[in-house]
């Protein structure tokens, strides 16, 4: 009878099917006990979805003209109205997502593609070679940001492409401080003085046991560059220095809503609430997956 029941209970921990003991089960059942991190990915998914398949969401051509359709409100087959071109604004903000979200998720993946093995190397490394580099990252750091964007579009022109670079590049000394600060509290415990005496190799020890540990951090910085990243892109299509016209861009569609703002002041808050409900959204996406990886903070769930 008792060994019946100690199979069954030892059933029940390895249950394939439920998989309620794996790690990513846990993790989501924390996250869905949040409130603020369930709506902030609900309009996160929303984003998403249209920049994905903004032909599908999306009710007009975002850049056909019609000038006898040019500044007309809310109607049946305008849902937010038009432009002064007579662009449908709901289709452009639409499709202004996909801008959004291509720019932040690659200037992001250019931070964490050149900060991550700078910083953890020169964490690992220690001595003169960590000095070199963290002194070409405080470089880097003693642009602002917007600034330091600005110089390498003068330098490489405007464009999407270029757009990307410049605002990817500054993001590279914020993710190497992160992986060079995870780095040196990791390189004193004692498993990295296992493996190194069994020989394991500095490429080992960094893909093993050194990234791992820089991944929470990461992560976490990088939901909140991604609302960096698109307010400086908005920031730069706005001066003109971003998305090309007659592409979709919710800068661009600022550029446009600004002459019109007494007859017609909807065309600036349209896009002026999209950005800051994405931004906000990524916000605070970035604070409940702090609260969550950080380890002194799991017990409080």
Known sequence: MSQKSGDSAQDTLIDPVSNRTSPFFIFWRRFARRPIGVFSLSILSIVIFCALLPSIVATHDPILYDGKAALVG?????????????????????????????????????????????????????????????????????????????????????????????????????????????????????????????????????????????????????TLLFGVAIIIEASLSFLGLGTKPPDPSWGIMLTTAQRFLRQEPVLAIIPGVAISLTVLAFNLIGDVLRDLLDPRLRGAD
Do not use: C
């Not at 449908?88 to 801008?99: E, I, N, P």
């Not at 490489?156 to 060079?180: D, E, H, K, Y």
């Open 74 to 222: 809310f109607q049946t087959d305008h849902w937010l109205g038009t432009d002064n071109l007579g662009r449908d604004t709901y289709s452009r903000l639409v499709h202004g997502a996909r801008t959004a979200i291509v720019v932040g998720f690659a200037s992001v993946a250019i931070g964490v593609v050149g900060g991550l093995p700078i910083g953890i190397l020169a964490g690992w490394w220690g001595g003169r070679r960590d000095e070199v580099l963290m002194r070409l990252m405080d470089a880097i750091f003693a642009f602002p940001s917007l600034l330091f964007t600005l110089l390498i579009i003068t330098g490489l022109g405007p464009g999407i492409q270029n757009v990307t670079i410049a605002i990817g590049v500054p993001f590279i000394a914020v993710f190497a401080r992160i992986s060079r600060g995870s780095t040196l509290a990791v390189k004193q415990q004692d498993f990295i003085s296992s493996a190194l005496s069994i020989g394991a190799g500095d490429a080992r020890i960094a893909s093993r046991h050194l990234l791992p540990n820089a991944f929470a951090p990461v992560v976490v910085q990088g």
